[in-house]
């Protein structure tokens, strides 16, 4: 059974920064596609990153271009996702999400099999 636990969010002012770490267990990691999604209160759940390593292969969602940066570290089998000149938009909640199949990136969330709990981002203005 793979599990993934969030961490590192947190309360940041407007322009601030953060990063965020997804560890993941269970199962081999290094050909996972792993993905950030986010659902702010009354809004479902949107795509924000993810990453296909096995082809160095990463996309983003356009509202945190330039912005965000999905990362991963497979010795320590972890994915962060790096946050800066965050937005009072960008609150929510971030979940971490894994798909074993590892062949192309979805940005629909019917796509992961695996999610994480969720760590809560909040940007004050």
């Known amino acids: 059974q793979v599990q993934l636990v969030e961490s590192g969010g947190g309360t940041v002012q407007t322009g601030g920064s953060l990063r965020l770490s997804c560890a993941v267990s269970?199962?081999?990691?290094?050909?996972?596609?792993m993905a950030w999604f986010r659902q702010a209160p009354g809004k479902e759940r949107e795509f924000v990153a993810a990453g296909r390593w096995s082809v160095s292969s990463t996309a983003y969602a356009d509202s945190v271009k330039g912005r965000f940066t999905i990362s991963r570290d497979n010795a320590k089998n972890t994915v962060y996702l790096q946050m800066n000149s965050l937005k009072p938009e960008d609150t929510a909640v971030y979940y971490c999400?894994?798909?074993?199949?590892?062949?192309?990136?979805?940005?629909?969330?019917?796509?992961?099999?695996?999610w994480g709990q969720g760590t809560q981002v909040t940007v004050s203005s």
């Open positions: 269970g199962r081999i990691f290094s050909s996972y596609i």
């Open positions: 999400a894994a798909d074993p199949r590892g062949i192309t990136i979805y940005s629909s969330d019917h796509e992961y099999y695996y």
